[in-house]
T-cell receptor, first 113, second 115 residues
Framework: DGGITQSPKYLFRKEGQNVTLSCEQN?????MYWYRQDPGQGLRLIYY???????QKGDIAEGYSVSREKKESFPLTVTSAQKNPTAFYLC????????????FGDGTRLSIL | AQKITQTQPGMFVQEKEAVTLDCTYD???????LFWYKQPSSGEMIFLIY??????QNATEGRYSLNFQKARKSANLVISASQLGDSAMYFC????????????FGQGTRLTINP
């Protein structure tokens, strides 16, 4: 079945450590996105990519980095510069043209040790 | 910048009743799309329904319908004959058709269906 796979489901980070969240899709979608969700809140966009080897900052990109070397993969690194990383992270993808729904993975829950 | 407002933090409804979840939006762009997503306690985001700003008719998908009032900038989700499995968070989101494909989400409404 086609879909979006995020791993790991739960992740723990020590102070000063970088961690990478994986997002893989086999939907042949051009566009991919990373969102952060804090408890009781909506989703906020971290980074997005509409084509391989290109990506743009979203609304809360500070302390995060991404790469898009392959169409299927869009990993997110939470760097030590992100002082409040505890949150639920969701990856999504969509086809282009615009106006198509984004399909989401099951999310990664990141906590600080 | 576009903005979504969901004014109902929580709603409680009896099983089999219809429920309306409110969503108002703010954008100056004439071309946009409105989405509703469901988020169960397990966390995944499930796409429910889409309405384009130029669509003449209100969108429907099974038990879900969208009450789109463009002049009032509202896009309320109506769930008919609610079921226990409808208990979840519901998010309204707006996407501008021109420019970057950035979804902007509201704060969500937690819907609880009582037996």
């Amino acid at each position: 079945d086609g879909g979006i796979t995020q791993s790991p489901k739960y992740l723990f980070r020590k102070e000063g450590q970088n961690v990478t969240l994986s997002c893989e899709q086999n939907l042949n979608h051009d566009a991919m996105y990373w969102y952060r969700q804090d408890p009781g809140q909506g989703l906020r966009l971290i980074y997005y990519s509409q084509i391989v080897n290109d990506f743009q900052k979203g609304d809360i990109a500070e302390g995060y980095s991404v790469s898009r070397e392959k169409k299927e993969s869009f990993p997110l690194t939470v760097t030590s510069a992100q002082k409040n990383p505890t949150a639920f992270y969701l990856c999504a993808s969509s086809i282009v043209p615009r106006g198509q729904p984004q399909h989401f993975g099951d999310g990664t829950r990141l906590s600080i040790l | 910048a576009q903005k979504i407002t969901q004014t109902q933090p929580g709603m409680f409804v009896q099983e089999k009743e219809a429920v309306t979840l409110d969503c108002t939006y703010d954008t100056s762009d004439p071309s946009y799309g409105l989405f509703w997503y469901k988020q169960p306690s397990s966390g995944e985001m499930i796409f429910l329904i889409y309405q384009g700003s130029y669509d003449q008719q209100n969108a429907t998908e099974g038990r879900y319908s969208l009450n789109f009032q463009k002049a009032r900038k509202s896009a309320n989700l109506v769930i008919s004959a609610s079921q226990l499995g409808d208990s979840a968070m519901y998010f309204c989101a707006i996407l501008l058709i021109q420019g970057a494909q950035k979804l902007v989400f509201g704060q969500g409404t937690r819907l609880t269906i009582n037996p």
